[in-house]
């Protein structure tokens, strides 16, 4: 009896939400051919693919159902800025909050993204960040030593080009931002591995589409990080006030329990050190495979041997275009909000559209301006120097149906909503790709060798990841 009633309520809903018909000023809906479903296997299969798809139906906005949600999926990139900055209609913190608990099976009820980024930001800039990026820039000189390595002056050694960049990049961030117990390097390997176990099923997590056995792998790799990360364990050198510190300090403050705030510290590992190590792979792997421009950034870095190592990074503009072109291929985060009332919201080209209370809405910045061929010219093409001028210096002028375009790319969030480590994050990969072209000889085992695939089900995480790796092989020259 309970049971039929269950179903009869259950169908009920169902048809409810079959039944949603486009009201007038609304963007275009496209609920899909299945039920309840709608769009959701191919939007959690191929963001991109379905997304591009939506977009050569539709235009710059859409809203389409997935897993019973409506999703309006807004691409034009010059109101962005403009639509985000609504904090009052549109909420990020409902979504987040799903979304750490099913990632790292986190409940932290007061948390406010905004004072959050503020408090990072404080820590992130001026004297902070030039202490920072010293401690930074020491922690890999150390771990790029031949003991570190387990490897003698000029002896090959073989390795994946990802699991090189990231495991590295990971471990010298891991030392400079959590400066923790753990630190000699079977410790570090260690916790690099568990990472990666958990950082592997993240989309599988957020999507809730693990299986059994992941569901397995996530909760023991979860368990081991949350002991490593235990605050009373790091060195939270509350004497320099370091942002870990006080984060641990704010949740205490806030009356958060122990448990909570080891679970708060690996949310914390993955926002810090889950980006860069990715598009430290991306920036070697386009070079390698782009000989042309892996001789121009040789120049450039040859050009500037002589300058002390904290000018070293200052004037790369050959470099620079190359990092904000592999932030352009593969930064794909999806930003996502809660509708929280009914909104206008005006395209740039003056159009205006209704968002229904209830809904979502998506802005997903990789499509546009990133991979708009209307912006970028083959938008697929890595070209080293798309964002240089003839004369050397950075472009920044780019358009689109004749007007100038705000932002040629987005790889660090909207204007409201930028990461407060993204020096850091240039700093160190910079630090990377430069120890590493300097300091090793690292080619391809094979000279024909293309990049990897991307992972098609990370679109919407953050920096892309590959499908598989690029071998390579590597010595410390003598
Ligand atoms: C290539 C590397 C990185 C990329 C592409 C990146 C990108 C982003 C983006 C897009 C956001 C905004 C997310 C949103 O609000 O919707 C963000 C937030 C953030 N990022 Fe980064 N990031 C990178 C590296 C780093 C590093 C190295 C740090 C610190 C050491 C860092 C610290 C943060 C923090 C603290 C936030 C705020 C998270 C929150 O809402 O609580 N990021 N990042």
């Known amino acids: ?218 909760s023991s790799a979860r368990e081991k990080l949350w002991k490593w990360l235990t605050p009373s364990r790091l060195d939270r050198k509350p004497e320099r006030q370091s942002w870990l510190g006080n984060y641990v300090q704010h949740l205490q403050d806030e009356g958060i329990d122990a448990e909570t705030q080891r679970r708060a510290m690996l949310l914390q590992l993955w926002v810090t050190q889950g980006n ?66 009914d909104k206008k919201i005006c395209l740039s080209n003056g159009q205006e559209y209704q968002l229904r209370r209830g809904d979502r809405l998506c802005v997903f910045p990789f499509i546009s301006p990133q991979m708009d061929p209307q912006i970028h010219q083959q938008p697929e093409m890595f070209q080293f120097d798309r964002f240089l001028n003839a004369d050397g210096t950075e472009k920044k002028d780019f358009f689109k149906e004749g007007l100038r375009v705000k932002y040629p790319s987005v790889p660090w969030g909207t204007k409201d909503n930028l990461c407060p480590g993204r020096q850091f994050a240039i700093s160190a990969i910079k630090e990377l790709v430069f120890t590493i072209l300097t300091r090793f000889d690292l080619e391809l085992c094979d000279k024909n060798a293309k990049l990897p695939l991307v992972d098609p089900t990370r679109y919407g995480f953050g920096i892309l990841q590959p499908a598989g790796d690029l071998e390579i092989r590597y010595r410390i020259r003598s």
């Open 1 to 218: 009896m309970m049971w039929t009633a269950l179903l009869l309520l259950g169908l009920a809903v169902l048809l409810l939400y079959a039944r949603r018909t486009r009201r007038r000023n609304e963007p275009p809906l496209d609920k899909g051919m299945i039920p309840w479903l709608g769009h959701a296997l191919e939007f959690g299969k191929d963001a991109a693919k379905f997304l591009t798809r939506m977009k050569q139906k539709h235009g710059d906005i859409f809203t389409v159902r997935a897993a019973g949600q409506y999703i309006t999926v807004l691409l034009d990139s010059n109101c962005y800025d403009a639509v985000l900055s609504d904090v009052v209609s549109l909420d990020q913190t409902g979504y987040a909050q799903v979304l750490m608990k099913r990632i790292f099976s986190l409940n932290l009820p007061n948390h406010n993204p905004e004072s959050e980024k503020k408090r990072a930001e404080m820590h992130f800039q001026g004297s902070a960040l030039t202490q920072l990026c010293s401690s930074m820039q020491n922690n890999l000189q150390h771990l790029v030593t031949p003991s570190e390595m387990g490897l003698k002056v000029s002896e090959w050694k073989k390795d994946g080009l990802f699991h090189f960049c990231y495991s590295l990049l990971f471990k010298t961030g891991y030392l400079t931002v959590f400066g923790a117990e753990k630190n000699n390097s079977a410790a570090l390997a260690e916790i690099y591995e568990e990472f990666r176990r958990f950082d592997k099923l993240l989309p599988k997590l957020a999507r809730t589409t693990e299986n059994k056995e992941e569901k397995q792998i996530a």
């Open 276 to 341: 860069s190590g990715p598009t430290a792979f991306w920036v070697l792997g386009y070079l390698l495979t782009h000989p042309e421009a892996l001789r121009a950034v040789t120049e450039e870095i040859q050009g500037g041997k002589h300058l002390r190592p904290e000018e070293k990074q200052k004037n790369t503009p050959v470099f620079d275009s190359v990092l904000s072109e592999t932030l352009r291929l593969t930064a794909a985060a999806l930003i996502t909000r809660e509708v929280k009332q």
